[in-house]
């Protein structure tokens, strides 16, 4: 019981702690646009915002932000011209031009790629919530999307350049994947330690073990993935999270001090108090790679 009262005293510390080392080194937002049967030739791309570009003090050139001089001196001339020749009234390309927002990066030729799928990356505050995709060839051809919205902090989008066609994720796909791939782990870890202090073999213990779980760790993980999806593994997210997993720590072993067939009540409080440690623990430490994996595939 000793060592239970001092992991609950040593959460909330812990959740100061993070807040504080998060608060200058959050996610930040980032657009990553695909490019499917990418030209041949040499071309640029670039995400437009709304609203005209003018060299005011308070706008950020963007081409400054994303590319050293000599690789800023080093790029296409001819394509940029043509570029920003296709800018469409009432709005300004982030990159060649800049923002008016904040401050962004971005790749006008991409730098990187997944299996020969061209990448183009967009990131920091700049980034727009509500864009269109611009790409331009050395022969030309222009392609302009329609309007396209961030549904996440992190997300991506695909242009495929023979069917000149832009879009992004179905919206259900990121939530769906970052709701069960927090929600999963924590049943399979809770499972184990259930087994493990020998609760496991009664049919009741298993359907309470269940059934309190898809209502205490269901909720948490439900708000811990649309704070994710909206604002990253940042700040907002250790701070639900930190508070949240402390009241199902007590909720639960609280529970099940009085429901679980169990040779004493403390040891079904120890296996509650056990449980919610090592899942939030793994929850802790494995939050941002989740939250990543889940943002490159939707």
Request: hydrophobic share 50%; glycine share 8%; proline share 6%.
């Amino acid at each position: 019981m000793k060592r239970i009262r001092f992991f609950a005293l040593l959460l909330p510390v812990l959740t100061v702690l993070t807040v504080s080392a998060l608060a200058d080194f959050g996610p930040k937002p980032q657009l990553v646009v695909r490019v499917e049967n990418a030209p041949a030739e040499p071309y640029y791309l670039d995400i437009l915002d709304e609203g005209a570009y003018t060299d005011d003090a308070a706008n950020f050139n963007d081409l400054e932000w994303s590319y050293s001089e000599e690789k800023a001196a080093a790029l296409d001339g001819g394509l940029l011209a043509l570029l920003l020749e296709n800018v469409p009234e009432g709005w300004h390309a982030c990159t060649a031009q800049g923002s008016t927002r904040a401050p962004m990066w971005g790749d006008l030729y991409p730098e990187s790629d997944v299996n020969g799928v061209p990448l183009h990356i967009f990131g920091y505050h700049g980034v727009p919530a509500k864009y269109r995709i611009l790409m331009v060839t050395k022969s030309g051809q222009v392609f302009l999307s329609g309007p396209l919205e961030r549904a996440s902090l992190q997300c991506s989008a695909t242009v495929d350049w023979a069917a000149r066609t832009a879009g992004t994720p179905t919206p259900w796909l990121g939530r769906t994947l970052q709701f069960l791939s927090t929600l999963l782990p924590t049943l399979l870890l809770e499972g184990a330690v259930l087994f493990l202090f020998g609760l496991w073999r009664s049919r009741r213990n298993r359907l309470i073990f269940l059934a309190v779980n898809l209502v205490t760790q269901g909720i948490l993980a439900a708000l811990l993935s649309m704070t994710a999806l909206k604002e990253g593994v940042s700040i907002s997210y250790f701070a639900l999270f930190f508070p949240g997993e402390i009241a199902v720590l007590l909720a639960e072993s609280l529970f099940y001090r009085k429901t679980l067939d169990s040779p004493s009540p403390n040891r079904a409080f120890a296996y509650g108090a056990t449980a919610n440690l090592i899942s939030a623990a793994a929850g802790y430490f494995t939050a941002e790679t989740v939250w990543r994996w889940v943002v490159s595939i939707s």
